[in-house]
Nanobody, 124 residues
Framework: QVQLVESGGGLVQTGGSLRLSCAAS????????MGWFRQAPGKEREFVAT????????SYADSVKGRFTISRDNAKNTVYLQMNSLKPEDTAVYYC?????????????????WGQGTQVTVSS
């Protein structure tokens, strides 16, 4: 079992930055892929980024490449999402999720555990 709690969301102006954190509990945190998804009002939940247990393998959605960086600290059981050059279209609830796979997971159904989400609002 893995429990996930996100934090760090808020209101920011266009071009600003935020860092989201996801604190995980559970003995096997370090063996999971950890991912971030987001869901804007009226839209499907979409993949943002994911990182392997080692921190070496990462994957990003095209819409955030070059602006967002995912990282993890297994000693602290925490995964981060650094978001720079934010745009109004980045406004959404951001969810942290954990997947127990050997390949890079980017689909919602591949993730077994989810946090409650944190709101990110980017004003124009």
């Amino acid at each position: 079992q893995v429990q996930l709690v996100e934090s760090g969301g808020g209101l920011v102006q266009t071009g600003g930055s935020l860092r989201l954190s996801c604190a995980a509990s559970g003995r096997t945190f370090s063996s999971y892929f950890m991912g971030w998804f987001r869901q804007a009002p009226g839209k499907e939940r979409e993949f943002v980024a994911t990182i392997a247990w080692s921190g070496v393998r990462t994957s990003y959605a095209d819409s955030v490449k070059g602006r967002f960086t995912i990282s993890r600290d297994n000693a602290k059981n925490t995964v981060y999402l650094q978001m720079n050059s934010l745009k109004p279209e980045d406004t959404a609830v951001y969810y942290c999720a954990a997947a127990n796979t050997y390949y890079i997971p980017s689909r919602r159904y591949e993730y077994s555990y989810w946090g409650q989400g944190t709101q990110v609002t980017v004003s124009s």
